[in-house]
């Protein structure tokens, strides 16, 4: 089985910053490409942004030049860096990752508990 827990997540002042965490544990042989996505309350689970196993990287326009997304492949950790919060940033986050738990095996979807972000004064 794998588990992605994510952390970093609580209540922060608009402006201000988060970073969250993803780790994967578990039987990994290797991790895909690797996303946080969000939910906020009466709304559609949205992408955030995504990252592939070579680096490169994928935003939503919501959080363009606001969120860093970053991956370090021998922790297989996932990171959202999170600055300029703003209100409508307020959602649950998701930490979602593509793994393959043996060579042999094809790709699993696994997602995160969900770590909750509030930007409120």
């Known amino acids: 089985q794998v588990q992605l827990v994510e952390s970093g997540g609580g209540l922060v002042q608009p402006g201000g910053s988060l970073r969250l965490s993803c780790a994967a544990s578990?039987?990994?042989?290797?991790?895909?490409?690797m996303g946080w996505y969000r939910q906020a309350p009466g709304k559609q689970r949205e992408l955030v942004a995504t990252i592939t196993s070579g680096g490169s990287t994928n935003y939503a326009d919501s959080v363009k030049g606001r969120f860093t997304i970053s991956r370090d492949n021998a922790k297989n950790t996932m990171y959202l860096q999170m600055n300029s919060l703003k209100p409508e940033d307020t959602a649950v986050y998701y930490c979602?990752?593509?793994?393959?738990?043996?060579?042999?095996?094809?790709?699993?979807?696994?997602w995160g508990q969900g770590t909750q972000v509030t930007v409120s004064s």
């Open positions: 979602n990752a593509d793994v393959r738990r043996r060579a042999w095996l094809s790709s699993t979807d696994y």
């Open positions: 578990g039987i990994i042989f290797s991790i895909n490409d």
